[in-house]
């Protein structure tokens, strides 16, 4: 059991130094959806993503989008998620974590805001204190919006 705590505490500690924000890239398809990839994280224990997002508000809770095996990612060194159906004017809040072979899942990433495909200010990390909401499994999203 302890072993386990000092495995999760070591994730933990990775992913905070580790944390890379995200940011959006702009490219060329329909007004009502984006494109978010994301720098892989590069624990060996690594399982997948989860992507989660909501309008309003850049603060969690998050909703839940969906989840990303690397497994089942097209390229796991450049993973990528499309979002569709997002309705003009309204602003979209995203953030990224990664989950281990065991189960953990990291804290948030910072947040990214997009209106209207276009990149708006994430104004800081999702947690609000600060620092340390990163984690996000080392995920930087480059966000492809239009």
Do not use: H
């Not at 072993?3 to 890379?20: E, H």
């Not at 060194?77 to 974590?97: G, H, K, M, Q, W």
Request: some cysteine; aromatic content about 12%; hydrophobic content about 35%.
């Amino acid at each position: 059991m302890q072993k386990k705590n000092l495995k999760y505490s070591l994730l933990l500690v990775f992913l905070m130094l580790t944390t890379l924000f995200i940011s959006f890239e702009i490219s060329s398809m329909a007004a009502n959806q984006i494109i978010l990839s994301w720098d892989p994280n590069a624990e060996p224990d690594l399982e997948g993503y989860v992507l989660y997002g909501k309008q309003e508000s850049p603060d969690p809770p998050f909703d839940y989008i969906d989840t990303y095996p690397e497994v089942d990612l097209a390229d796991p060194l450049n993973p990528r998620a499309v979002i569709t159906d997002l309705e003009s004017d309204v602003t979209y809040y995203f953030a990224v974590t990664a989950y281990d072979t065991e189960g953990y899942e990291s804290d948030y990433s910072n947040v990214v805001s997009v209106l209207n495909g276009n990149m708006i200010d994430t104004g800081g990390n999702s947690d609000g204190d600060g620092g340390g909401g990163g984690g996000g499994g080392g995920c930087f999203i480059n966000t492809a919006a239009d």
